[in-house]
Nanobody, 126 residues
Framework: QVQLVESGGGLVQAGGSLRLDCAAS????????VGWFRQAPGKEREFVAA????????DYADSVKGRFTISRDNAKNAVYLQMNSLKPEDTAVYYC???????????????????WGQGTQVTVSS
């Protein structure tokens, strides 16, 4: 069982930066792939970024490529999302997610993930 708790959200001006943290607890977190998703009001939850258990494989949504970076520290049971050059359209609730890594494909759809955090609000003002 993996439990996830996000932090680091807040209000930032366009062009600014934020780092989201996700603290994980549970057995063998280092065996899990992790992902970040977001959901804006009135919209479906969408994929942002994913990272394999070893950090050797990462993927990003086109809308955040070159601006966001996902990383993890397995020794600290932590996942991070560094967000730079933020835009108003990045405003959403951001969720951390985890699933046991099958070491075949990197999961980039929400239905692939079995564990979710409660979310943290990110608001980017213009």
């Amino acid at each position: 069982q993996v439990q996830l708790v996000e932090s680091g959200g807040g209000l930032v001006q366009a062009g600014g930066s934020l780092r989201l943290d996700c603290a994980a607890s549970g057995y063998s977190f280092s065996s899990y792939a992790v992902g970040w998703f977001r959901q804006a009001p009135g919209k479906e939850r969408e994929f942002v970024a994913a990272l394999s258990w070893s950090s050797s494989n990462a993927d990003y949504a086109d809308s955040v490529k070159g601006r966001f970076t996902i990383s993890r520290d397995n020794a600290k049971n932590a996942v991070y999302l560094q967000m730079n050059s933020l835009k108003p359209e990045d405003t959403a609730v951001y969720y951390c997610a985890a699933v046991r890594d099958d070491r075949i494909t990197l999961p980039i759809t929400a239905r692939r993930y079995g564990y979710w955090g409660q979310g943290t609000q990110v608001t980017v003002s213009s």
